[in-house]
């Protein structure tokens, strides 16, 4: 997976069946799609894979227990199934977890554990387990930490985690195992117009060298995620906006605040959402909020202080340990794409449906916005089925139901960082063996080591200090502290493989550091 391979490919290519732009969870899932179809495919991202949303979730793969509530049966359906498959496509990424809601109130029980058993239904053959009431002594075993008073009991139901930076890079090596061309820092500037008006191609540049092409391709899609207005404009100025963007934040915290392997689901915050307490990677991830965007999109949006103050105070209110700014130990913010009402109006997103839409405009150009993580596979195939149409495409049928992904192993041992890269663990392993000091330990306080930055330059297309430390071993999101001290002994490995100087690694470290900055509470 070396960008300047793929580089030189899109030089030699005249023409790619479907070109993606955007590398987040929907247009890695469309490269994925389409290419193990057997189209010749591009991927093209501004950024790096998973700079934006993708990177920002909730760790969750999910059927969306607040849908049913809301009464959106047919969307919980769907993602329950491509819940399944995920986890049977991606075994080394999604593993099942356990979530506890706890009853303090006596009708709390029956009512969540009907609630439940009717999601477990609806998943039919792709279930990851029953549904069941709790004892109070029984919650207690699974979150130590859960406030103990006037605790009744609680309900378990099964859900899916997962990793969603390193599913991203599992995404794009899957798409290129299976043919594909994908290039992040690769910027598209404008559209191609056929003679008769319609989407002919890209005119893109490598943010890297400035070099510029003008890529042709039988059909676009828009896969950009909170930016799709901004390609849309590029085809038609006058376009109205499709996207309103919803703010999430999530804060990290250390493990003891939950004590246990479960994980702890809030049915109902004072706000009318759910919020989580996810183990990940020995850590917690609490979230999230659901706050309207009024400004243009950003790469980084930044978490308010009144979005924080309100997951620490709504946490607090169930664990015994009340978590405080001081013991965040990451804060991080990602901005839903949700496909906005037309006309727009002031519907709250927590309603606006999370259901896709696939827009087509009159040159051709496919735009795909709305969706989450759990639904990118469904989402990639039905825009795929369009471009077929679109662009007169030999009509291949989508594969990607029962497809084993890169690095497709069972039976990881997920207490171990090494569980993300499945069966490409043994390179890891064979970097050690050339090489002892790749066996070097970046922060005493985690298992992330050498040989795994110079894995992430050699072969997942890591380009800078951030790449590595906010979605190659993640870091940044687990403690944004220890990221910044060990910036610079990354940037050193990164340059000597890439025979960049001291100049670079000071520039690189400098702006890793401005980065992370926003990642931490003072």
């Not at 391979?5 to 955007?22: A, P, Q, S, T, V």
């Not at 995620?225 to 996207?243: A, Q, R, T």
């Not at 309103?244 to 246990?260: A, I, K, M, N």
Request: hydrophobic fraction near 40%.
């Amino acid at each position: 997976m070396k960008r300047i391979e793929h580089i030189k490919r899109i030089k030699e290519k005249k023409i790619f069946d479907i070109l993606i732009i955007g590398g987040g969870a929907t247009g890695l899932g469309i490269a994925v799609d389409a290419a193990s179809r057997g189209f010749s495919t591009l991927l093209v991202e501004q950024h790096d894979f998973a700079k934006a949303t993708s990177s920002r979730s909730t760790k969750l793969v999910h059927g969306g227990v607040r849908y049913l509530a809301q009464g959106d049966v047919s969307l919980v359906v769907h993602a329950l199934h491509e819940r399944g498959r995920m986890w049977r496509n991606v075994p080394h990424l999604v593993k099942k977890m356990r979530f506890i809601i706890g009853n303090y109130r006596w009708w709390e029980k029956p009512f969540y554990t009907i609630g439940l058993i009717l999601y477990d239904l609806l998943a039919g053959r792709l279930g990851q387990g029953r549904s069941l009431p709790l004892s109070r002594k029984a919650v207690r075993k699974e979150i130590p930490a859960l406030k103990q008073e006037k605790l009744r009991g609680g309900v378990v139901y099964h859900d899916g985690q997962f990793d969603d930076a390193r599913m991203a890079i599992t995404l794009a090596q899957t798409a290129i195992d299976n043919g594909a061309v994908c290039v992040n820092y690769m910027k598209v500037e404008g559209l191609l117009k056929s003679d008769s008006g319609k989407v002919a191609g890209v005119k893109a540049v490598d943010r890297l060298s400035d070099e510029k092409f003008e890529i042709e391709a039988c059909a676009v899609i828009n896969a950009t995620g909170v930016f799709v207005d901004e390609i849309m404009k590029l085809d038609v100025p006058e376009n109205k906006k499709k996207v309103r963007p919803s703010q999430g934040v999530h804060l990290v915290v250390d493990s003891e605040f939950l004590g246990g392997n479960s994980a702890l689901m809030i049915p109902k915050t004072k706000d009318g959402r759910v919020l989580f307490g996810v183990p990940w990677h020995g850590k917690v991830v609490l979230g999230t909020t659901d706050t309207p965007l009024d400004k243009d999109a950003s790469l980084e949006p930044e978490a308010l202080d009144e979005e924080i103050d309100f997951i620490l105070e709504q946490a607090g209110q169930y664990l015994d340990k009340k978590p405080s700014r001081k013991d965040v130990l990451s804060v991080f913010a990602g901005l839903r794409p949700l496909a906005a009402p037309d006309p727009m109006n002031s519907k709250k997103t927590k309603e606006i449906s999370r259901s896709h839409k696939i827009y087509q405009s009159p040159t051709g150009l496919l735009t795909i916005t709305g969706g989450k993580w759990t639904t990118y596979r469904e989402m990639a195939e039905d825009v795929v089925n369009q471009a077929i149409n679109v662009a007169n495409l030999a009509d291949y049928p989508c594969v990607t139901e029962n497809l084993k992904h890169h690095g497709y192993m069972k039976g990881v041992d997920t207490d171990k960082w090494d569980y993300v890269y499945g069966s490409d663990i043994q390179y890891i392993h064979e970097l050690i063996k050339e090489d002892v000091s790749n066996a070097q330990l970046l922060h005493e306080g985690y298992t992330f080591i050498k040989a795994h930055v110079v894995w992430a330059v050699r072969e997942e297309m890591a380009i800078t200090v951030e790449d590595v430390l906010a979605r190659r071993v993640r870091l940044l999101f687990l403690d944004a502290r220890a990221a910044m001290k060990v910036a610079p002994k990354v940037a050193s490995i990164m340059a000597k493989e890439t025979g960049k100087d001291k100049i670079w690694e000071e520039e690189q470290v400098k702006a890793f550091n401005a980065l992370a900055g926003n990642y931490v509470l003072n």
